[in-house]
């Protein structure tokens, strides 16, 4: 007890001390330190602030019929919904995933954006790229070798976006469909994608900077191109949105929404 009351004895004093010296200050620089002592406080706060707002939006992207759609109600409700159509709007929602509907504790919901693949609808994805914590890319491996160039393309694409790099947003290639005998694996798409875009490279190399439309250029100078160069972690998956084997695709985004 008698440490607590000294204790309180010299805060006292200390804040007399203060009060003393505040006032002999003239009042341009109490005035002053008032206001840094102001926007320290709201800097700190606005810093932690941001901090605990972290995203929770996982953009599902790809081509048309890559199975997106399924993809994204698999994750909602554990249904593949089938009949579903190609929206010419983006299918968001945010929820609980599906798996996690019975565990018990504090769960983040996660808000999923299936953005359509159709080529003209694309920019729809910018809207969502600011906020977004991670990006899904959706590839159809039972259709992939005939829909490797647009594949490719867009990939690059969303790859060079200043939204996606300078944040080093992460991206899952999703090879979907693989319950199917024909599909093919994931490490032959990552081959192939890389193959293909180390071609789109060297083309647009040849272009002027005023006909290319991406933000930044893939790769090092001089290398051949891997996913491992990227800024941003690009990773590669399998699930098949039909039978409901969409494990890796829920362990990216609780990696990246928690």
């Not at 005035?31 to 941001?50: D, G, K, N, Q």
């Not at 707002?53 to 409700?77: A, C, E, H, P």
């Not at 599906?98 to 729809?124: Q, T």
């Not at 160069?229 to 695709?249: D, F, H, P």
Request: charged share 20%; glycine share 6%; hydrophobic share 40%.
């Amino acid at each position: 007890m008698e440490g607590i009351e000294q204790w309180k004895t010299e805060a006292q004093q200390w804040l007399q001390q203060g009060i003393e010296y505040a006032h002999q200050l003239p009042p341009t620089q109490l005035y002053a330190a008032v206001a840094v002592l102001l926007f320290t406080t709201l800097l700190l706060l606005t810093i932690r602030l941001l901090k605990r707002t972290k995203s929770n939006t996982i953009v599902l992207s790809g081509l048309s019929g890559s199975g997106k759609t399924v993809l994204f109600y698999q994750l909602r409700d554990g249904s593949s919904h089938q009949g579903t159509v190609t929206s010419m709007e983006p299918n968001e929602g945010t929820f609980l995933l599906h798996s996690e509907s019975a565990k018990k504790g504090k769960i983040k919901p996660v808000h999923v954006v299936d953005v359509p693949g159709h080529s003209r609808l694309r920019p729809k994805l910018d809207d969502f790229l600011p906020q977004a914590a991670g990006i899904v890319f959706v590839v159809d491996a039972l259709e992939f070798l005939p829909n490797l160039s647009a594949v490719t393309e867009y990939l690059y694409d969303i790859l060079t976006k200043a939204s996606v790099v300078k944040r080093k947003l992460p991206v899952l290639i999703c090879c979907n469909k693989t319950d199917k005998v024909t599909a093919h694996t994931k490490e032959f798409i990552r081959k192939q994608l890389e193959k293909e875009i180390e071609k789109l490279r060297v083309s647009r190399s040849g272009v002027s900077d005023a006909d290319i439309a991406n933000d930044y250029t893939l790769g090092i100078p001089g290398e051949v191109f891997s996913f491992s160069q990227c800024i941003n972690k690009v990773t590669i998956g399998e699930a098949s949105g039909l039978t409901g084997e969409i494990s890796q695709v829920e362990e990216f985004i609780r990696a990246h929404v928690k």
